[in-house]
């Protein structure tokens, strides 16, 4: 239990000291569609392809802890699949006040818990279409 605990306090500090998230999703032909949102002591600002707004501290709280709920810091750095050319590349990274950078990207290879991942930033940010396949995943 003393585990739990520990590891609850310090992702609470990591949802903390979040000063920036960043997810793009797109195609070779298709486009990309991404969303950066930045986080300081007075503001929650975000840029949603064009589109610039600011988040209220409740829905970015909301938002992250889902984020965090999935795992996705137990993603890899990389996810290539290298035998299709073209196709679909992400990314997704956040960065924190005087913490190293958290960072995944791949190209036609996603985590397992993808399409929950993309449903948690439609959610939040319907301007983000998913484009996914019901391929098979890894994590």
């Known amino acids: 239990m003393a585990n739990r605990k520990l590891i609850s306090y ?3 500090e990591l949802k903390e000291k979040i000063t920036r998230f960043y997810f793009t999703v797109g195609g ?3 486009g990309h569609d991404r969303i950066v949102i930045f986080k300081d002591n007075t503001q929650i600002k975000y840029i949603c392809n064009e589109d610039e707004n600011t988040l209220n501290k409740e829905k970015w709280n909301e938002f ?3 984020i965090f709920n999935e795992n996705i810091l137990n993603w890899k750095n990389k996810y290539f699949d ?3 050319c ?3 590349q992400w990314e997704l990274e956040m960065e924190f006040k005087d913490l ?3 960072e995944s990207f ?3 290879e996603y985590p397992r818990n993808w399409e929950k991942i993309l449903t948690i930033i439609y959610e939040y940010f319907p301007q983000i279409k998913p484009n996914y396949d ?3 995943t890894e994590e």
């Open 64 to 66: 992250i802890d889902k």
């Open 106 to 108: 791949g190209s036609n």
């Open 134 to 136: 019901d391929e098979d």
């Open 100 to 102: 190293p950078k958290f």
């Open 82 to 84: 290298n035998n299709i």
């Open 86 to 88: 073209d196709g679909e």
């Open 10 to 12: 310090i992702i609470d």
């Open 28 to 30: 070779f032909f298709g």
